[in-house]
């Protein structure tokens, strides 16, 4: 969200989603002046293609990071 809202610049963003080991990807989006998820979800994925992230990173950093510390 603060890459969307321009709170981030795209190489903060870029360099976040790549290699900082424990991130998490969401959103805090739901506000009737935002996009609601099924577009954010549709951008996300253009964008995880733009910076060519492996299928393994997108899922780690959507849902593995999370259920990681959840467990903890």
């Known amino acids: 969200?603060?890459?969307?809202?321009?709170?981030?610049?795209?190489?903060?963003?870029?360099?976040?989603?790549?290699?900082?080991?424990?991130?998490?990807?969401?959103?805090?989006?739901?506000?009737p002046t935002q996009p609601d998820i099924e577009q954010w979800l549709g951008q996300s994925e253009k964008w995880f293609e733009l910076m060519n992230l492996s299928s393994n990173r997108i899922d780690f950093v959507?849902?593995?990071c999370c259920y990681q510390m959840l467990k903890e």
Not at 12 to 21: Q, R
């Open 1 to 31: 969200m603060t890459y969307l809202l321009g709170y981030q610049a795209w190489e903060d963003f870029l360099m976040v989603l790549k290699s900082v080991p424990r991130v998490l990807y969401s959103s805090d989006l739901g506000q």
């Open 62 to 64: 959507r849902r593995e």
